[in-house]
């Protein structure tokens, strides 16, 4: 089964940079080939829900929220096993726990589509704390 791991997170000041990783494990081919999957970043600052700001289709299509779009860049490499995230001009409000997340397509989904809806998530990491100061 697949499994994902988040690391990377730490304190920043404003306007600084950081690139968070998601180790994966279990995409092992066959059911549980790259192909088959989709993924994404989460975030959820305290007190707020969880937001998703990145996602990555089987095809490599990305798609990203407005709040992060242009600084923020999500990337795979199936060869490491790792899913991405750099955020560059980090911002206050980018503090947050930082969460990954996969996603088997099911058969009407395209090879291109990916989701940033939480909802359409079975497959979480534990998470990695981003803390931006002013």
Known sequence: QVQLAESGGGSVQAGGSLRLSCRTSGFTGGEYSWSQYYMAWFRQA???GREGIACIAADGTTKYADS???RFTISLDKAANTLYLQMKN??????ALFYCAAQRRSPYTSYWHCSRLVSNFDIWGQGTQVTVSS
Not at 90 to 95: F, G, I, M, S, V
């Open 90 to 95: 980090l911002q206050p409000e980018d503090t």
């Open 46 to 48: 305290p007190g707020k």
């Open 68 to 70: 992060v779009e242009g």
